[in-house]
């Protein structure tokens, strides 16, 4: 048998090593608490795929503490009840009923591919994303997509997918007893700063000047004294 080379050339493999080299050995007690203990994180966080969104460093989250879903937009489906093969609302599912989380995050971001792509179009062959996008549909604006509608647009997409989120029957019973809180989050990648949904103002706010750390598009939830 020939020696292995000196230097992998399969970079991903090279990566796995170092992980296992470098990274585990510092946080072994972390994993091997949260695989006796089970994880208990307490968000969700619905992102969109884009590579340059990296929800642990925004969020100084490390392991256990983020429930992830992430597809092209980061994009809701609406609650159709039909319990059908959907990545994206199993997640939900999982989170809420069986995770019990806390918060949704729905997070876009500045330069979507996905919400661009909403309005010039997929390629033929897409057929999935073609129907995918179209739950961007009612965000979309009636002008040319230029910077300034990309990005409300982005921002108006976040909206519109809390508000489906909100037709999840699990998802609007635990919001209404004050149980589970949703926020809508605009990642502006050249800013370095999450812009977050206030229903209060019906806009997006820097996280630096906001005083929470966003909300959903609904009246938040009241304590009633009774309760
Ligand atoms: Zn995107």
Redesign the pocket.
């Known amino acids: 048998m020939p020696p292995a080379p000196p230097e992998s050339s399969d970079e991903l493999l090279h990566r796995l090593q170092r992980f296992h080299a470098d990274y585990f050995p510092l946080h072994q007690q972390r994993f091997q608490d949260l695989v006796a203990q089970g994880q208990h994180p307490k968000t969700l966080f619905i992102g969109?795929?884009?590579s340059r969104?990296v929800p642990y460093l925004l969020t100084g989250a490390g392991p256990g503490e983020l429930f992830i879903v992430r597809n092209?937009?980061?994009l809701v489906p609406s609650y159709d009840g039909s319990h059908g093969l959907h990545g994206t609302m199993a997640g939900i599912e999982f989170a809420v009923l069986m995770l019990h989380v806390k918060s949704i995050i729905v997070c876009?971001?500045s330069h979507?591919?996905?919400?661009r792509t909403a309005y010039e179009g997929a390629p033929e062959e897409a057929k999935a994303l073609q129907n995918w996008l179209r739950l961007v549909d009612e965000a979309l604006l009636p002008v040319q997509p230029c910077p300034e509608a990309l990005l409300r647009t982005e921002q108006r997409s976040v909206v519109l997918q809390l508000e489906r989120l909100m037709d999840y029957p699990m998802v609007r019973r635990e919001v209404e007893a004050g149980r589970l809180k949703l926020h809508g989050w605009h990642y502006v990648i050249e800013e370095g700063e999450v812009h977050v949904f206030d229903v209060q103002r019906g806009d997006f706010v820097p996280a630096s000047r906001s005083t929470h750390s966003g909300t959903g598009p609904f009246t938040p939830h009241v304590e009633h004294l009774n309760e």
């Open positions: 969109c795929s884009d969104l092209v937009g980061a876009g971001h979507c591919g996905a919400i």
